[in-house]
């Protein structure tokens, strides 16, 4: 493995096992508006984001502004009750710690909101191992892109180019998100999206977190 080659996680669905809470909180949003709670089958088959592209594939409309503003404030509302519950992914410690000791570097992007989720990564013990740690500021509904140019631009310096960079998530947007500044992505199914809509995205996709370190080292290196 050459050094300089760069690991950006995802956290919601890839480091950060929250897929129970995500559908506890997406069927009381879906609830405050009069919808049947869906299965996890159905959720990993259609979520896309932005999310009310989501709720479109499932309503057969766009929410309106004062829908989309219910549902969101209601997911999140129940998600974050629920969040705090949340364990690590199988393995997710440990290969963070196999991956600094190789002398490789690696930092953490998600779409949570920033003044949520730094408290959250710190009481799982594993802020230390990142260079950065930035989750979203401004809309609910940006995309993952916008929010990878800011984290990579903020890295400047540190020897991260996005050409030695691998994204690990687990949402095709996380791919678009990679391609858009010209990195590479695994995608992991172990969260929002069934394996078959991961593999639309064109890029690796895996089971175990494991298998989407070892993809990365081959990618990056």
């Given at each position: 493995?050459?050094?300089?080659?760069?690991?950006?996680?995802?956290?919601?669905?890839?480091?950060?096992?929250d897929?129970?809470?995500?559908?506890?909180?997406?069927?009381?949003?879906?609830?405050e508006?009069?919808?049947?709670?869906?299965?996890?089958?159905?959720?990993?088959?259609?979520?896309?984001?932005?999310?009310?592209?989501?709720?479109?594939?499932?309503?057969?409309?766009?929410?309106?502004?004062?829908?989309?503003l219910?549902?969101?404030?209601?997911?999140?509302?129940?998600?974050?009750?629920?969040?705090?519950?949340?364990?690590?992914?199988?393995?997710?410690?440990?290969?963070?710690?196999?991956?600094?000791?190789?002398?490789?570097?690696?930092?953490?992007?998600?779409?949570?909101?920033?003044?949520?989720?730094?408290?959250?990564?710190?009481?799982?013990g594993?802020?230390?191992?990142?260079?950065?740690?930035?989750?979203?500021?401004?809309?609910?509904?940006?995309?993952?892109?916008?929010?990878?140019v800011?984290?990579?631009?903020?890295?400047?310096?540190?020897?991260?180019?996005?050409?030695?960079?691998?994204?690990?998530?687990?949402?095709?947007?996380?791919?678009?998100?990679?391609?858009?500044?010209?990195?590479?992505?695994?995608?992991?199914?172990g969260g929002?999206?069934?394996?078959?809509?991961?593999?639309?995205a064109?890029?690796?996709?895996?089971d175990?977190?494991a298998?989407?370190?070892?993809?990365?080292?081959?990618?990056?290196?």
């Amino acid at each position: 493995m050459i050094r300089g080659s760069h690991i950006v996680w995802d956290w919601n669905g890839t480091l950060l096992h929250d897929i129970d809470a995500v559908m506890a909180a997406t069927n009381a949003s879906f609830a405050e508006l009069g919808f049947a709670p869906i299965t996890l089958e159905t959720y990993r088959e259609l979520y896309v984001v932005p999310v009310p592209k989501f709720y479109e594939r499932l309503m057969g409309r766009l929410p309106t502004e004062e829908e989309w503003l219910l549902m969101d404030e209601t997911f999140h509302r129940h998600y974050w009750a629920a969040a705090d519950g949340a364990g690590l992914a199988e393995g997710a410690r440990d290969l963070l710690v196999a991956w600094e000791r190789d002398g490789l570097t690696q930092s953490l992007l998600s779409l949570a909101p920033h003044d949520k989720l730094v408290p959250l990564v710190r009481s799982h013990g594993i802020h230390g191992h990142f260079l950065r740690v930035d989750g979203r500021t401004g809309p609910s509904h940006t995309s993952k892109a916008v929010h990878l140019v800011r984290h990579l631009a903020a890295l400047d310096g540190t020897g991260v180019t996005a050409s030695r960079t691998v994204l690990i998530g687990d949402a095709v947007d996380d791919a678009l998100a990679a391609a858009h500044v010209g990195a590479r992505a695994v995608l992991y199914t172990g969260g929002s999206h069934s394996r078959r809509s991961l593999e639309s995205a064109g890029v690796p996709v895996v089971d175990t977190l494991a298998e989407a370190v070892l993809t990365a080292r081959e990618l990056a290196g």
